[in-house]
């Protein structure tokens, strides 16, 4: 059994560190270039492995090259697989990133393949009934709108990544109770102009237990339905910037099931996608759980 099922995207990404972004129909040699798993929920629950959780992912994967990849790369971090559905003579969903040391940003090109949508079966949803949280992406909307309404008839907290501004994403905001969007997605959503707004619009419309909106370099704010409350950055030489989001929902999954409150698990979280950053590879480069807790009490901060 494992405390933390994820559905969404599974990426297989090809990143490429370049000085700077070349201009258009030139040639750049690259510094470097590597294969790493990444996708908005399955680079969390790695995550969130990689903290001390128990973690698998639920969803169809390809035989292809792309797809062996991403079956060994769970295992290599511990994620369980058992729940996953291999299908022959499809493309998996793949991407091209470039990471800018000029700049510290990424710019990423991606194809979603042909893989057919996930249909839950019994195995897959005991697993999610048996799990303290279901984390879900918005990909697979259909299964994971589907594993949200088992998840909260079984008690299985549902955490969103509300990152795309996908169709239809209201049924699946409407199940959520650690509701965690990006300020584009917030406002984007809500129409809000500003972030505080947009979270409270959230709060009102769906009733979530929370709503935590990420702000990037500024950190982000926290609302419980009474207060709003900042959260900072940590200190971070950044590197590869990308994963960084997807790895602060894990993060913050991993700090609920470690019994933090919802405020201390926006410092763990922001911290540890810090870290991340300082390194290449979103997977590769998430600390443990004693890396973070050293690195937190250097910059101030106790857990």
Known sequence: MSKIVGIGACVMDTLITVPNYPTEDTKLRAE????????????????????????????????????????????????????????RGYRSFTS????????????????????????????????????????????????????????RKNGTKVLYDCGGLYPDVDQLLALTDIMIPSEEFAMGHTGCSNAVDAAKKLYETYSPEVVVVTQGKRGGIVFDGKTVT??????????DSNGSGDVFHGAFAAGFLKGFDYLKCCHFSSAVS??????????????????????????????
């Open 32 to 87: 470097s270039s590597k294969a790493a798993g990444g996708g908005p929920v399955a680079t969390g629950i790695v995550a969130a492995a990689k903290l001390g959780e128990s973690s698998q992912y639920v969803g169809v994967l390809s035989d292809d090259a792309a797809g062996r990849f991403l079956l060994e790369d769970f295992a290599k971090y511990g994620v369980a697989t058992d729940n996953v559905e291999v299908k």
């Open 96 to 151: 091209v990133i470039w990471l800018s040391r000029q700049s510290a940003s990424r710019t990423c090109v991606f194809d979603k393949g042909n893989l057919p949508a996930l249909k839950l079966n019994k195995t897959q949803k005991k697993a999610i009934a048996e799990a303290e949280i279901l984390m879900v992406d918005g990909n697979e909307l259909g299964a994971a709108v589907e594993a949200a309404a088992y998840a």
């Open 230 to 239: 900042a959260y900072p950055i940590y200190p971070a030489e950044v590197i």
């Open 274 to 303: 810090a870290i991340k950053c300082m390194g290449v590879g979103a997977r590769e480069s998430v600390p443990s759980f004693e890396t973070v807790k050293k690195y937190m009490k250097e910059n101030g901060y106790e857990l």
